[in-house]
């Protein structure tokens, strides 16, 4: 699976982006996708994911409420719907594959349970 995330930018505090990460490669309906992100200086943590057929979703708390993660299985893609950013969101964001059968919730807590990341895409969202 190859992975290749988009739609990243320069924004106020505020405003909307919409990311989206385009797969090919196996099967886009076999799998989960998640959207994770890395500030400067600190560790990769996760955003959200959404189960193979887009039914399921989980997302981290701070984000929970201004974040949407959806899903085109016509169309390969997935994407990450944000809203109100804030400054604290500043990072670059990435998408992977989940290829495990237990639940999202529990495969947030495990960056290692995600495979075949994408090359992250750059959101900077200025006060």
């Known amino acids: 699976v190859q992975l290749q995330a988009s739609g990243g930018g320069l924004v106020q505090a505020g405003a909307s982006l919409r990311l989206s990460c385009a797969a090919s490669?196996?099967?886009?309906?076999?799998?989960?996708m998640g959207w994770f992100r890395q500030a400067p200086g600190k560790a990769r943590e996760f955003v959200a994911a959404?189960?193979?057929?887009?039914?399921?979703?989980y997302y981290s708390d701070p984000v929970k409420g201004r974040f949407t993660i959806s899903r085109d299985n016509a169309e390969n893609m997935v994407y990450l719907q944000m809203n109100s950013l804030k400054p604290e969101d500043t990072a670059v964001y990435y998408c992977a594959a989940y290829y495990g059968l237990g639940s999202l919730e529990v495969a947030s807590t495990r960056t290692t349970a995600f495979g075949s990341w994408g090359q992250g895409t750059q959101v900077t969202v200025s006060s």
């Open positions: 490669g196996r099967a886009f309906s076999t799998y989960g």
């Open positions: 959404i189960n193979y057929s887009g039914v399921s979703t």
